[in-house]
């Protein structure tokens, strides 16, 4: 998979030197210790035998790991250690709002501070544990707020997400809109989503909401809760989905008009990066937004892009801005499963050749989203057993049905949104389908979450089994030639969800009856 690919080799090594720094810190000196050692004996061997054609390529192996580690501690030293001094200071403040999410009668707002009566940096993250009963603040919003700090423990998961500094006893004063361009508009999209969807039933317009503005402060926890359980949640995720409908639709259409290739370039990287700022830098979107912009800088360049190095690029730039996002399971699933779509694609491209006309429409309609919604429950299924307490069984079932309307619907939304303000009702040739496609897709999330044993425990008996065989899929599809790999790699993949819908199922209904679970 790195053959030759030097760049994603280095982002690799990188991000293991960050690792072992943020999960394993003793580790550190094993590690910098280790590197060396590699490079003297690599060195004696250049010497011994004048094997000289990649000294620089390993010279840069051994120093990568070491610089990340080294990055890291200082990052810690500067950043991170100033948090445990506020444990159990009492603040009050101004922060703006990243995101909201409400869970019951519960919630949180994760916030960047601007302002503070206490000596907290302008800029430090935040999360504001709030009530249902509090009004709440959107995406964007500058909250006024007062709150007692605390440092979380440590998680036991080695996998787990960590939040560095906590608020609780929140009291939320007020909270206005935050000035600029970019917020008026997102203030005024949400606006037309809530005019143009307020017929279409409930769920809709929160929906359209989470998918086009990263907003989730309308969207019901019970909602949310059914496509996670169905495997569906990374809809409404923006990523690179979302990025390719948008961005590269509007390449085609600067294509059409006769703009050159360089500058239709130039002009949808930056494009990436208002989208991403406008829906806020999460860590799927700031990922589909580097490599966004590396395919155009490929395009700028006259060169093919390549998958595997824009996403380990991606990667080293996130990491570089916060080596602690490694610990964000957020960007840990979708690393994993982009990454496991990009080692498929060549033979679903493959597979798709051999096809011609209609057949290859419908075969490419039914296979990608069942075997790419296969290959990230594979991928990602190290983090989701070590942290979250259910897996989604129905997940290729739920795709097939929801990822292909879900294209549909959010380019009929996009569409309906950007002409409202022109031509007004006239724009419901667009939004009235986009909004009973997007009532299908809720209703498909809640049948798919109502099946029996839609979902599984994580923590049931042969889930371990079931861990093995994923790894070992992913270990052939990273390792094994390409003749061999794909067949070795579905051999396991079958085994994987034989092993979770047949044996993990069996006990976990043993276990459920008998009052174990």
Request: charge should be neutral; glycine fraction near 6%.
């Amino acid at each position: 998979m790195l053959k030759n690919r030097v760049l994603a080799t280095s982002g690799l090594l990188f991000a293991l030197g960050v690792g072992v720094a943020v999960y394993l810190p003793a580790f550190t000196l094993y590690l910098a210790v280790g590197s060396l050692c590699v490079l003297c004996i690599y060195l004696c061997a250049v010497r011994i035998f004048a094997f000289k054609a990649k000294i620089k390529r390993t010279l840069l192996y051994c120093v990568v790991p070491i610089a990340a580690v080294g990055f890291t501690m200082l990052y810690t030293s500067v950043f991170i250690t100033p948090y445990y001094a506020l444990e159990g200071r009492d603040i009050k403040g101004e922060a703006v709002v990243g995101e909201v999410r409400m869970f019951g009668y519960s919630g949180y707002a994760d916030v960047t501070v601007t302002s503070s009566d206490i000596a907290v940096a302008d800029g430090m993250s935040l999360r504001l544990y709030l009530n249902a009963e509090m009004l709440l603040p959107s995406y964007g919003d500058t909250v006024s707020f007062s709150a007692r700090l605390t440092v979380p423990e440590e998680p036991e998961s080695l996998f787990a997400d960590r939040t560095l500094l906590v608020g609780n006893d929140v009291t939320l004063y007020s909270f206005r809109p935050t000035a600029g361009v970019l917020w008026r508009m997102r203030s005024a999209v949400s606006g037309i989503i809530d005019d143009i969807f307020a017929d279409s039933g409930s769920g809709v317009a929160p929906l359209m909401k989470a998918v086009v503005l990263s907003d989730f402060s309308s969207l019901t926890e019970e909602t949310y809760a059914k496509f996670r359980d169905t495997g569906t949640a990374h809809l409404l995720a923006i990523s690179g989905q979302h990025f390719s409908i948008i961005i590269m639709s509007i390449y085609g259409i600067l294509s059409l008009i006769g703009v050159s290739k360089r500058t239709r370039s130039i002009s949808c990287a930056l494009l990436a990066v208002v989208y991403a700022s406008f829906v806020g830098f999460t860590p799927s979107v700031s990922r589909a937004a580097i490599m966004m912009i590396i395919v155009f800088a490929s395009f700028f360049a006259m060169r093919e892009p390549d998958g595997i190095t824009s996403l380990f690029f991606a990667l080293t730039v996130l990491l570089v801005a916060n080596p602690y996002s490694i610990a964000s399971a957020s960007l840990q699933l979708s690393f994993l499963s982009c990454l496991g779509i990009i080692l498929v694609s060549p033979f679903i491209s493959s597979f798709l050749s051999a096809k011609n006309g209609i057949i290859r429409k419908i075969a490419e309609f039914i296979v990608t989203p069942v075997v790419y919604s296969v290959v990230a429950a594979v991928f990602t299924f190290p983090v989701t057993v070590t942290m979250f307490d259910t897996f989604s069984i129905v997940s290729p079932l739920a795709n097939l049905a929801m990822t292909g309307i879900f294209s549909l619907m959010l380019i009929l939304a996009l569409l309906s949104i950007a002409l409202y303000p022109v031509i007004g009702a006239a724009s419901a040739v667009f939004y009235l389908p986009s909004g009973i496609l997007c009532r299908f897709i809720i209703s498909a999330a809640d049948f798919f979450a109502s099946l029996p044993s839609a979902v599984i425990s994580t923590s049931v008996p042969y889930m371990s089994y079931a861990l093995i065989a994923a790894l070992a899929a992913v270990t052939v599809l990273l390792l094994f030639r390409r003749a061999l790999k794909f067949a070795a790699a579905l051999g396991f993949a079958a085994a994987f969800y034989v092993i979770i819908a047949v044996g993990c199922n069996a006990a976990s209904d043993f276990l459920s009856e008998n009052a174990v679970i």
